[in-house]
């Protein structure tokens, strides 16, 4: 077990913020992983994945764990079903790929999302109306206090809306070292229907060719993240920086005459979603640059690192946001990406 101290951990966050480690170690298998465990047992850790959906603050004052655990495995294959074992190290936009290569259905909707697969289901990540949970079948963890390995179903996992029990009572008890996807197998069945309700997916597949399939829905999304969100191998960001709110929909028809044009997506008979970018980009910040953090220009709900920006520079921005929608609204966006502060 190789151990670097006051390691640079700028080029391992997407948003390319400098930040050091008081010490790192990337783990490529199980019995490396419960080596670490076992040698840091008595320190806090941090479990670093693909470095998306987080923006790191402050140097981290506690050591790393970087799990860089590979493999993509089709379990088992029956009644038009797979089940697909990925290790958590593995690329999440090339298990889609993988998955479309091989004609399985479930998480087409999900291509071109940032990060990596063990971190997928901590977030339950979501887009064009797909969500992790949707295909979920179960994750095999190993507890951090004693390198017991077990299995968590998605029951034990409490998906909500970018929610799981990996961020409220399981917080730091776990290192998710594998998931199982239970999806459609298209080369022995056609019961799948394609998830495109989301318009902006519908429009953008219309203007491709050919049959629609899982394919041309992959290929329109990718489309549409290109288009829309920066590269982060470009411009430093984390996607999505917040969650689209969720409110009462009396509250909602209150918000629409004084907002005419303020939109929302249904959610069930008593609330409504609202596009936080929609939001921000009516507040004024759309496009804005403070020093080397900023809005992106195309997306709104997107908040980017122009080279220089500190983790504290671009939280700034984000509490600005936040204030400016709250007193303009009425209505508070919470963050999407973790805030790693220490």
Partial sequence: MEIKHHYQLKEHNTFGVSAFAKAYS???SLQ???????????QELFILGGGSNMLIINDLERPVVHIMLKGTEVQKQENGTVIL??????????????????????????????????TAPIQ??????????????????????TGKESTLSKADCKFGYRDSIFKNEALGKYVITSVKFELKDLNVTQEYTLNTNYGVLQEEMNQLPGNNDINKVAQAVINIRTNKLPDPRIIG?????FKNPIILRSEYDDLVRMHPQLPCYEVDEDRVKIPAGWLIDQSGFKGKRYGDAGVHDKQALVLVNHG???????????????????LRFGIVIETEVNLIEN
């Fill in 85 to 118: 074992k990925v290790m958590a190290g593995e690329n999440w936009h090339e298990v889609v790929l993988f998955c479309i290569q091989n004609n399985f259905a479930g998480i087409e909707n999900l291509a071109l999302i940032p990060g990596n697969t063990g």
């Fill in 32 to 42: 490396q992983l419960r080596e670490v465990l076992g040698f840091y047992c008595e």
């Fill in 26 to 28: 990337a783990v490529t």
């Fill in 124 to 145: 339950n990540i979501g887009a064009y109306g797909v969500e992790l949970k949707d295909v979920f079948y179960s994750c095999d963890v190993m507890e951090v206090s």
């Fill in 237 to 241: 960001n984390s996607g999505s920086f």
């Fill in 308 to 326: 220089k920006a500190t983790g504290k520079e671009i939280l700034e921005v984000a509490r600005n946001i936040q204030k400016a929608v709250k």
